[in-house]
């Protein structure tokens, strides 16, 4: 029976579903959808500071009460969401400095920033200055009506077109190549013979044997079709780059044409006319601009034209009035902050036992360019400024580092030099930079950015003589695992684009030991980094640009509206949105790096020699393996590769046993001192076995003590 006035399907008012819910409500029906918290006020004794705060008991229970508890529950949590995305998406827009709303979290957002008129001229300039000397296709989305003719290539008719009918070849218009077989004649067979001067390495050979992600394939007809897929090995590599560079001179097993593996040319001596500037056509394809105007927002997309300097002349070696080119000088860049170890040092012995530096003629040969060293010092943590001093401490300090003072001898004058690394001078050196830099975080490593707050960069001696490795801020190289210099890091990875774009050369990362002459890969004028182990990204340990190129303003200008993120990940995805990537050749790691793929777990049924599955194994060699290093000494490690990248291990020795410069009379001082250091006054006792690095090590002060000559059999020269 229904009570009077009400139907028997409505509930009477303040009906509660239990005696707890109804007491819970009565409770809280007068109360307030705020509340506050004081705090005291500094100063002030008499007054508070309110802070109000949603009352999340009382908004619970209305939303529970007049929608039930799961529904309400749900839609709590949802409003809950919606706030904190509105506050994080304000606070991204609003309170960085980039000034940008997020981005989608689907796939990787385009970076690009140039329309595609100045794509086709970067490209235009490039081959145009020799600077692509490849047969590789040009990307189709790069829209060039007419077939550009390349200087760097030998004159060819047919070139091809892609299916929307733009040219995806360059028309050869450059002298002839006469391919070289190198080996000593019979009776000077103990070294191999040292690269012709200005020969060249044909890299789209080296790609053809080298780039394991492309696999041969072959079809046998059968009942089935029958696919066979040879896998391109790294040791298979490494024998190419051998027999092609003539560094198995003597030990040469392979019988047959070996025509395939000869890799290495020399021009003739034709001169080439110059090509004149661009004047784009329009393309009328889509590109994809308009992602990267939704991601970046207008203002930040560069407008036409691209300021470029004229086209370079390619010149053949064979036609240059000095062997050394200035359009291409043959530097090399390394970077460092942190006292000097056995890090750098080694890296510099490697270079004097490998390059052709003249040093085991009295008087050099003036028609060798010989390779010039430089090694830039950053003397305090990264985010320091040096002080007006600097110079002068950073000569005084390597005059007293055991490690360093060896070579401030006056005979590796012209060779080796220490250059003083200073951030502001060097970025307003940049035109693409100049007058933008300052606005920008400096230290941003794949869209992670450390912020240096004002008093960490503030000028002063202060600032850049007390390194803390318990701050990150503060640190000025890696002493251990745990205290790894990342903002030195950061800072190396801009550092290189700086200083191949500015001076041009090769950069090498200080983890980096030379294994044979670059003479040929000085000849090869095209940009170039090499892959990251098995993904189809950059790994710039190893990058070589021309200075003031349009690659580098290209990669400059994109950096800037990328908020300066030059970490090798990101270029890659700078590359490949601008459809640029053969402009800057990704190398396979089998010339740089040769074990990378291996320790990842990859070919590991047919190893290199040596066979590493962890880079600690460079420095603390398996005992099932460790018979390999004083057998086979420097011949058998990674033999044809370029150099070799060990990863970072700044903290182990290079030999434990033996930790300082073992250079001989001349250098005895350096070596006391170091000995003192190391408390090793008495003669230690070698291991049973010594792991590759040490033999390395030692190989290479051998060569400077006089006991042994270089891997080309020149004796040093006093």
């Not at 044409?257 to 040319?265: A, E, G, N, R, S």
């Not at 040596?610 to 290093?629: C, G, I, L, M, R």
Request: charged residues 25%; proline residues 9%; positive net charge.
């Amino acid at each position: 029976m229904s009570s009077p006035g009400y139907s028997s399907h409505s509930r009477p008012p303040n009906y509660f579903p239990s005696l707890i819910e109804e007491k819970y409500g009565r409770r809280h029906h007068h109360a307030n959808w705020f509340l506050y918290l004081t705090i005291p006020i500094p100063g002030v004794r008499t007054r508070r500071l309110r802070i109000f705060y949603p009352n999340f008991r009382h908004l619970h229970f209305h939303v529970v009460t007049r929608f039930g508890r799961r529904l309400g529950s749900a839609i709590l949590f949802i409003g809950l969401f919606l706030f904190v995305f509105v506050a994080f998406t304000c606070a991204k827009r609003f309170g960085m400095r980039s000034k940008k709303w997020p981005r989608p979290f689907i796939g990787d957002p385009s970076t690009l920033v140039f329309e595609r008129e100045d794509l086709q001229r970067i490209w235009y300039w490039e081959i145009s200055s020799g600077h692509y000397p490849s047969r590789r296709p040009i990307p189709e989305e790069i829209g060039f009506r007419a077939v550009p003719r390349n200087p760097a290539i030998p004159t060819q008719r047919a070139v091809f077109r892609g299916p929307l009918g733009f040219a995806n070849s360059t028309r050869g218009v450059g002298p002839n190549r006469t391919y070289l077989e190198l080996k000593h004649k019979p009776g000077n067979t103990a070294y191999p013979p040292r690269p012709v001067p200005g020969s060249v390495a044909d890299l789209d050979i080296v790609m053809d044997n080298c780039d394991f992600s492309k696999t041969k394939v072959r079809c046998a007809q059968s009942r089935r079709v029958l696919l066979l897929i040879y896998v391109k090995y790294v040791r298979d590599c490494l024998e190419v780059l051998r027999v092609g560079g003539g560094l198995d001179t003597g030990n040469r097993l392979r019988r047959g044409p070996l025509d395939d593996m000869q890799y290495i040319y020399v021009e003739d001596a034709d001169v080439v006319k110059p090509i004149p500037p661009y004047e784009p056509v329009s393309s009328h394809i889509t590109v994809d601009g308009n992602a990267a105007q939704n991601n970046l927002g207008m203002i930040n997309m560069e407008k036409p034209p691209i300021a470029l300097p004229p086209p370079l002349q390619h010149r053949p070696y064979a036609t240059l009035s000095d062997p050394c080119d200035s359009d291409n000088p043959r530097l090399f860049h390394m970077f460092w902050t942190g006292p000097f170890t056995d890090k750098p040092y080694t890296a510099l012995l490697s270079f004097l036992y490998t390059q052709n530096t003249g040093l085991h003629l009295q008087t050099p040969d003036k028609s060798i360019c010989r390779p010039q060293f430089w090694m830039w010092i950053n003397p305090g943590p990264a985010a320091a400024v040096p002080n007006p001093s600097a110079l002068r401490d950073m000569y005084s300090e390597l005059k007293q580092n055991p490690w360093a003072s060896p070579f401030l001898h006056p005979r590796f004058n012209g060779v080796i030099f220490f250059k003083l690394w200073n951030t502001t001078e060097q970025l307003d050196g940049v035109p693409e930079l100049k007058n933008e830099w300052r606005k920008r975080d400096l230290f941003n490593s794949g869209g992670n950015i450390f912020v240096v707050p004002q008093q960490d960069i503030d000028e002063g001696e202060e600032t850049i003589s007390k390194p803390d490795s318990d701050n990150l801020l503060h640190r000025a190289g890696s002493k251990s695992s745990s205290t790894y210099d990342r903002m030195s890091v950061i800072l190396s990875d801009m550092a290189r684009f700086v200083l191949c774009h500015r001076f041009g050369g090769t950069y090498l990362d200080a983890d980096t030991i030379f294994l044979r002459d670059w003479e040929e890969l000085w000849g090869w004028k095209g940009a170039f980094a090499y892959r990251w182990s098995r993904l189809p990204r950059y790994n710039t340990a190893v990058l070589h640009m021309n200075k003031h190129s349009a690659l580098g303003t290209f990669l400059f200008r994109t950096a800037l509206k990328n908020d300066l993120d030059f970490h090798p990940m990101t270029i890659s995805r700078y590359t490949q949105d601008a459809h640029l990537e053969e402009l800057l050749l990704r190398l396979p790691d089998a010339l740089f790096d040769s074990a990378w793929l291996n320790t990842e777990s990859f070919q590991r049924d047919r190893p290199p020699q040596p066979y590493f599955t962890d880079f600690a194994h460079f420095f603390e060699t398996p005992k099932v393996n460790s018979a390999a290093p004083q057998a086979m000494g420097v011949e058998g490690f990674f033999k044809g590769a370029y150099s070799y990248h060990f990863h970072n291990f700044w903290w182990k020795p290079f030999d434990p046993h033996r930790n300082w410069p073992d250079l001989g009379e001349r250098f005895i001082a350096g070596e006391r001192q170091a000995r003192n250091t190391s408390d090793m006054l008495i003669e230690p006792s070698d291991r049973e076995d010594l792991d590759w690095a040490t033999v390395l090590k030692r190989t290479f002060e051998a060569y400077i003590r006089g006991e042994r000559p270089n891997m080309y059999g020149e004796w040093l020269q006093w």
